[in-house]
């Protein structure tokens, strides 16, 4: 099959899938002008063109470029914060990648883009693939027929600069991170595959949704399989590769105080992937939101994704395990995801924490409204981050903007963004961050004409810092033209953590805990408040602000600084958050005591040693479906450990481990409950060659090169101590596939 020019229709759940990282140092050339694109009268380039990515062939030849000579760039990474002299550079950088490509039998392969900030021209051993345009959202591209076993070279052209027609357009107040600020991935697929899938509750409290098959084998038998449920459909897809699924049964409902979910197996005749998905329902009932018909309040913070303790673009778990553990800390059960779409760890982790999320858009102040152009941009970024996040339970929330200024063109653009995202997926509540106007002195209207579209009513209001002082919030009364739950979110103040002065100095700790308690005094008398995302979780990098000595270029309305340290109004929100937390919140984010513990499951692991490689696997199906390990599996009623570990080598790669010996004791719990207790074993060499099964691929790997990223992220912590042979015990706290506590502890060396 050939490479189209042109985006490949998304893949869902990409994580799950078999996938080669080409993270690492990617070769960057600066390139203000263009040149390596278009020559000085403005056409296309051909053989001088930098994505051709050539080499000199001869002593006499020009070449006006040197991917091999130049210098590199961490991806996933903003370059901004990885070089002083680019902290500022808006403009076209050229990124170069060799790469070899070995993802076994798999037929078809795409070139996977997480994210790129904010114009991205891709080629593809000289071949140009195509153009995406938005810095949030993920795309890819069909490479099957372009790439070589050997010596592949991946050039993206990224360009960053603000445009007038652009979502967002030349005015935001973050910082422009640009680059390849997401993961790249190589992802191999069958022939026939299962590009997407969706599973929600409907209105009845039946589990619906479809699968979608993309391939030249389009009609074929589909299961879907909830095993812990004891829950199954088996159906067939049409003529174009579709079914749709209606399962009726019985789940636990996801909520904050259980965040449940489930292994979900998806299978065609050929292909198999699994999800953690988790069910609920999500409604509005007057001015509450009811969460499976019950109201509850949204007790939110706002968070822009930026790094904890670097002023760069976030992009790996660590970043989110650190800002949603402060959500978590403030009493928080709902997250705002401002401006713009969030990677995917965080929705995920978000997911498995049980923390509510508003996804929005970069709509933001304000755009071309009458340009088509601008309007199919916001559409294919809105549907971007709906196809990539509809199967997570934390999202509640879609919102189509922020602070929009009221225009004929403008409500009509914003009305046909709504009714996009409804067709998409209408299980969902939709929302704008709107702005209210005073109907006299002491009142605040909300009649914003968008209003009526929306389920959820966003509302900024900045009373005590951009409007007027603290204490005007006192006389404040709210009005709203419509019967809906309002939700407030943005407020704040401006603080430079550590500057101290009386209530009323501005930039002070004592000022912005002065607005938060006028404003929390407010907010509780508005009768049809559903909920709060104060602004902001953490200081952020933004243009906007250059006061030296207080903002020096950060908007410092945060809870806690750029350096992690909390703000007293941080404490302040926290005491009003949690005095109104339910007791299953609070019990809920007791971590849980490892006394008396007891496993759900018992599992083995088996690391086969012959020389200086240790034998690996990508796990096709089963609990790790997708990553790197070591064979091995749960042991069965009245099997030992030791036979489990023997068995599961054999069935997976078709081989018989030969002195298998215990190094370590591995526990596992997971917040929703689930444990597992698992024990490591190693071997020192195998009868037989390994071989393919339908249960794993065989990978033999340098000891010294084990391939981390694709495993899971306990693996790194316990795993060379396996390979130095020492003796270990370990216990890890999961959230999902998140780990958010952990623990290992050495015994005696030992010989190898």
Not at 442 to 451: F, Y
Not at 569 to 582: C, E, I, P, S, V
Request: hydrophobic share 40%; with cysteine.
């Amino acid at each position: 099959m050939s490479a189209t020019k042109g985006k490949a229709p998304l893949l869902q759940n990409v994580q799950a899938r078999v996938s080669a990282s080409l993270h690492g140092k990617w070769q960057f050339i600066i390139d203000p002008l263009e040149h390596g694109y278009r020559d000085y009268r403005g056409a296309q380039q051909q053989e001088e063109g930098y994505f051709n990515d050539r080499r000199p062939t001869s002593r006499t030849e020009r070449l006006e470029y040197d991917f091999d000579a130049a210098e590199t760039l961490d991806v996933p990474g903003d370059w901004n914060s990885q070089r002083s002299d680019l902290l500022w550079y808006e403009g076209a950088i050229w990124y170069r990648r060799r790469f070899d490509a070995d993802l076994g039998a798999h037929q078809r392969l795409f070139l996977h883009f997480a994210a790129v900030n904010y114009q991205a021209r891709v080629f593809l051993n000289g071949q140009e693939l195509g153009l995406h345009v938005g810095g949030f959202t993920p795309f890819q591209f069909e490479v099957t027929s372009l790439v070589h076993a050997t010596d592949n070279s991946v050039v993206v052209l990224v360009d960053n600069r603000r445009r007038t027609e652009g979502v967002p357009a030349l005015g935001t107040d973050w910082w422009n991170f640009g680059g390849l600020t997401r993961e790249v991935l190589l992802l191999g697929t069958p022939g026939t595959f299962i590009r997407d899938y969706s599973l929600q509750l409907d209105d009845q409290g039946n589990l619906a949704g479809f699968v979608q098959l993309d391939g030249s084998q389009l009609q074929q038998r589909i299961r879907v399989t909830i095993a812990e449920a004891q829950l199954e459909l088996v159906t067939h897809t049409d003529q174009q590769g579709l079914a749709h699924i209606e399962l009726p049964g019985t789940v636990k409902r996801w909520s904050p105080s259980c965040p449940k979910l489930y292994d979900v197996v998806f299978q065609c005749e050929t292909d198999k992937i699994r999800d953690h998905i988790g069910f609920r329902r999500v409604d509005t009932s007057g001015h509450q939101v009811l969460l499976n018909g019950e109201p509850i309040f949204l007790r939110g913070i706002s968070l822009h994704e930026q790094a904890p303790f670097h002023p760069a673009r976030a992009h790996s778990v660590d970043d989110a395990r650190t800002l949603l553990g402060w959500a978590m800390e403030l009493g928080a059960n709902c997250v705002r995801l401002a401006h713009y779409p969030h990677n995917e760890n965080i929705v995920r982790l978000a997911d498995a924490l049980g923390l509510l999320v508003w996804a929005e858009v970069p709509v933001y102040w304000t755009l071309q409204w009458q340009n088509p152009d601008t309007l199919a941009n916001a559409t294919t970024q809105l549907t971007e981050l709906v196809t990539r996040d509809k199967n997570r339970a934390a999202v509640v929330i879609w919102s189509v903007g922020n602070e929009t200024p009221i225009s004929e063109s403008r409500n009509h653009f914003m009305r046909a963004l709504v009714d996009t995202v409804r067709q998409l997926d209408p299980s969902r509540l939709v929302s704008a961050a709107l702005e209210a106007n005073y109907a006299d002195a002491t009142t605040l209207r909300i009649s914003d004409p968008l209003g009526a579209e929306l389920d959820v009513i966003g509302c900024n209001e900045y009373l005590g810092w951009y409007d007027g002082l603290p204490d005007k919030a006192d006389s404040i009364h709210w009005r709203c033209d419509y019967e809906k739950p309002v939700f407030v979110s943005e407020f704040g103040a401006d603080a430079l953590q550590g500057r101290h002065g009386d209530p009323l100095t501005r930039w002070t700790e004592e000022y912005q805990v002065n607005v938060y308690q006028h404003q929390l005094a407010m907010l509780e008398r508005v009768p049809f408040l559903c909920g709060m995302s104060p602004w902001i979780l953490a200081d952020f990098r933004s243009p906007r602000r250059p006061l030296p000595g207080v903002l020096d270029y950060y908007n410092r309305k945060g809870l806690i600084s750029d350096r992690g340290v909390k703000k007293q109004a941080f404490h302040l929100l926290r005491a009003h958050y949690t005095n109104g937390a339910d007791a299953t919140d609070t019990k809920r984010r007791t971590l849980p005591s490892w006394d008396n513990w007891l496993a759900v499951d018992r599992a083995t692991l088996v690391f086969v040693f012959r020389g200086e490689n240790v034998l690996l696997i990508r796990k096709l199906r089963g609990l790790g479906a997708g990553k790197v390990n070591g064979p091995g599996g749960r042991i069965e009623p009245g099997e030992t450990a030791i036979a489990c570990a023997k068995r599961e080598v054999q069935e997976e790669l078709c081989v018989t481990p030969q002195n298998l010996e215990q190094r370590g004791e591995l526990r596992f719990q997971f917040v929703d409950g689930y444990s597992i207790h698992g024990f490591v074993f190693v071997a020192d060499d195998c009868i037989g060659e390994p071989t393919a099964t339908e249960e794993a691929e065989p990978l033999w790997t340098h000891r010294a090169a084990l391939p981390f990223d694709q495993m899971w992220a306990d693996d790194r912590l316990w795993l060379p101590h396996l390979v130095a042979a020492k003796r270990f015990r370990g216990r890890f706290l999961f959230a999902g596939d998140f780990m958010l506590e952990h623990e290992v502890l050495l015994e005696d060396s030992i010989g190898s």
